[in-house]
């Protein structure tokens, strides 16, 4: 549990993220780092013209990377919380709290990569029950229609074979849906999964890997306190 506190000043001051300016109130919020939750809750400590997170104005509220947190007038984001609870650790070198956070990243990223692949999973079996069934069932009739010489069986067949068509074309066309929501995902991940020091893509290797590393073969940033 770290308390990083938000206000107006002139100088920077260690484990205070400071503002020069006159809407922020002198002791205006503070964020908690809870490491072990994970966590990051921003409080409003009766502050003149408020806290907002996305347009709200809050009085405690848990922030991740993607709000929009404004102190007054004054942007707020989460590096310059990082960064000021850095100045009060040992090592300013320590990035290990950052890179937990990565954790979350990583697992998110799979959790939604699997659900965009079983979506498509399901989508085709359900295609396969619209399409394909009801051709099997109509087969006969189309054979009847084109002609008796073909007979059941022939019908049977031209109805199957419309519906592995059918199949085939609305399977491809899901598939390149899901190849678009994939993309999605991946470029979102690969925005978020860096370095937290040098801001390195660490697309292409799970979370555990770079925990064995514990430090940036890059910048040699903390990432696992040993
Ligand atoms: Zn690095």
Redesign the pocket.
């Known amino acids: 549990m770290q308390v990083i506190l938000i206000g107006r000043g002139t100088e920077p001051v260690p484990g205070q993220v400071v503002f020069n300016s006159r809407g922020v109130s002198a002791q205006h919020a503070k964020a908690v780092i809870d490491p072990a939750k994970n966590t990051i809750v921003l409080e409003d400590l009766g502050s003149t013209n408020g806290t907002f997170v996305n347009g709200f104005r809050i009085k405690r509220k848990s922030i991740s990377h993607n709000d929009i947190i404004l102190l007054a007038d004054q942007r707020l984001n989460l590096q310059q919380i990082f960064d000021a609870a850095r100045t009060t650790r040992e090592n300013p070198n320590d990035y290990s709290v950052e890179f937990a956070k990565l954790q979350g990243v990583w697992d998110n990223y799979q959790l939604l990569l699997k659900q965009a692949r079983s979506n498509n999973g399901m989508d085709s079996f359900m295609t396969v029950c619209l399409i394909v069934a009801p051709a099997l069932l109509l087969g006969p009739i189309a054979g009847v229609v084109v002609g008796t010489a073909a007979g059941l069986g022939g019908g049977a067949m031209l109805g199957s074979s419309i519906g592995m068509a059918a199949r085939e074309l609305f399977t491809k066309n899901k598939s390149s849906k899901t190849q678009n929501l994939v993309t999605e995902i991946e470029n979102d991940f690969k925005i978020h999964y860096v370095?937290?020091?040098?801001?390195?893509s660490l697309y292409g290797f799970p979370y555990e890997y770079y925990k064995k590393q514990k430090r940036?073969v890059?910048?040699?940033?903390i990432w696992i306190k040993s």
């Open positions: 370095c937290p020091k040098c801001s390195r940036c890059q910048c040699s940033a």
